[in-house]
C-alpha cells in the first residue's frame, strides 16, 4: 500500500478504464475516498453492486464536490459536455483529467470549461480490451502498460508529476508527449489497426450464401483476431475517429498506398517484395516481445 495521494479521486463515468483505475487504485491505496457518477442509473447500480467505489451515482457535478483529482472516463465525444456539467464544482487545487484515446480534440472540447485554479493535465492509458461498461473493469489492466500524459504549456509541473505518480501506482509506465504527436502516434498503433479489423470483418460479413457461414467455421486462420477488435466498443471507436480525424486520414492514405503496392506484387509474382516486407515485420513483432508490449 502507497500513502494516499489523493484525499477524494471523483470518475466521471465508470466503465471499462474508469471502474479499472477505481480497481487499482484501491489496490495501492491511492485515494481516501473514490467515488464515481455516471450517465444512467442502470450503470450507476451496477458499478455499486459490483463495488468499484464507494459510492457512484448519476450527479456529475455532485461526485466531484471536493475532490482533489476528477478523471473523466466517458467516451471521448462526451468529455467536453462532462467538463462543463462539473466545472462550477471544482475546487482550486483539484487536478482534472480524462483517459480519452484522442487528446487535441479533448483537450479542445474540455479547455474552455477549466475554472481558474484548477490544473488540467490530460492523459491516456494505452490498455485496454474489447469489453465495456463497469461488469469489464479489472485491477490489473495497467499493469506493465504505458499511460502517456499530454500537459499543456501551462500545465503545472507539480500537478503533472502527481497525476504521473497515480498512473505509476495505478500499475502503468508513464511517459509525457506533446498531444499532436499522441495523436499521430496512436493513429497508425490504434486506430488505423481497429479501422482495419472492422473493415475486414464487415468485408467477410457481406460475403453471400454459404461463404458467410464457412468464413465463421474457418476463422482460426486469422480472421479469429481482427473479429476480437472488431467487437470494440461502437460508441468509443466512432468518437475517436470522428475526432481524430486528420491523424487518422493521413496514416489511411500512406495505408492505401503500401496496400497497392503490395496488390501489384502479388498480381506481378513480384515474390521477394513480398518476403522483404514480411521478413521486417515479423522483427518488428520480436522487438514488440522483447519490450514486454505484446
Ligand atoms: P465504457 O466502458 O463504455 O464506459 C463509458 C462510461 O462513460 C460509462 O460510465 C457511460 O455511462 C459514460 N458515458 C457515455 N456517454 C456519456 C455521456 N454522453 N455523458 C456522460 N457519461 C457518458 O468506455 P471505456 O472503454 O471505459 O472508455 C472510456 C474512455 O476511455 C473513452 O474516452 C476511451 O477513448 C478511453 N479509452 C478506452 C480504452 C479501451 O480500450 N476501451 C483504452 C484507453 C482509453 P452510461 O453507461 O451510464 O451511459
Not at 502507497?2 to 463515468?13: I, M, N, T
Not at 460479413?205 to 470494440?232: C, K, Q, W, Y
Not at 475526432?243 to 496496400?259: G, I, M, P
Not at 509474382?269 to 514486454?292: P, Q
Amino acid at each position: 500500500m502507497s500513502q494516499p495521494l489523493f484525499e477524494k479521486l471523483a470518475l466521471v463515468g465508470i466503465g471499462l478504464i474508469g471502474g479499472s483505475i477505481a480497481l487499482a487504485a484501491r489496490r495501492a491505496g491511492l485515494a481516501e475516498k473514490i467515488v464515481a457518477a455516471t450517465r444512467r442509473a442502470e450503470t450507476a447500480g451496477a458499478a455499486n453492486r459490483l463495488k468499484l467505489v464507494d459510492h457512484c451515482g448519476t450527479d456529475l457535478a455532485a461526485a466531484c464536490q471536493d475532490a482533489d483529482l476528477v478523471i473523466v472516463c466517458t467516451p471521448v465525444g462526451a468529455c467536453g459536455e462532462a467538463a462543463r456539467a462539473i466545472a462550477p464544482v471544482l475546487p482550486p487545487g483539484c487536478i482534472l483529467s480524462d483517459v480519452g484515446s484522442v487528446k487535441q480534440a479533448v483537450i479542445a472540447a474540455m479547455r474552455p470549461y477549466v475554472p481558474p485554479g484548477v490544473h488540467f493535465v490530460p492523459a491516456h492509458p494505452v490498455a485496454g480490451t474489447e469489453n465495456s461498461g463497469p461488469e469489464a473493469a479489472f485491477t490489473e489492466l495497467f499493469d506493465g502498460r504505458w499511460t502517456i500524459l499530454t500537459p499543456l504549456p501551462d500545465s503545472e509541473p507539480a500537478a503533472v508529476d502527481r497525476l504521473d505518480a497515480f498512473w505509476k501506482g495505478l500499475g502503468s509506465l508513464t511517459q509525457r508527449l506533446d498531444p499532436a504527436d499522441h495523436d499521430r502516434i496512436l493513429a497508425i498503433t490504434s486506430h488505423l489497426p481497429h479501422l482495419i479489423a472492422y473493415t475486414i470483418v464487415g468485408t467477410a460479413d457481406d460475403l453471400g450464401g454459404h461463404l458467410n457461414s464457412e468464413v465463421l467455421r474457418f476463422a482460426a486462420g486469422g480472421f479469429r483476431d481482427f473479429t476480437r477488435i472488431a467487437a470494440s466498443d461502437p460508441t468509443m471507436w466512432r468518437d475517436v475517429f470522428l475526432n481524430n480525424r486528420e491523424a487518422v486520414l493521413e496514416v489511411l492514405a500512406r495505408f492505401q498506398e503500401d496496400l497497392f503496392y503490395l496488390q501489384r506484387a502479388i498480381r506481378w509474382g513480384e515474390g521477394d517484395k513480398l518476403f522483404d516486407l514480411f521478413t521486417r515485420t515479423r522483427e518488428i513483432r520480436r522487438a514488440l516481445i522483447h519490450l514486454n508490449q505484446a
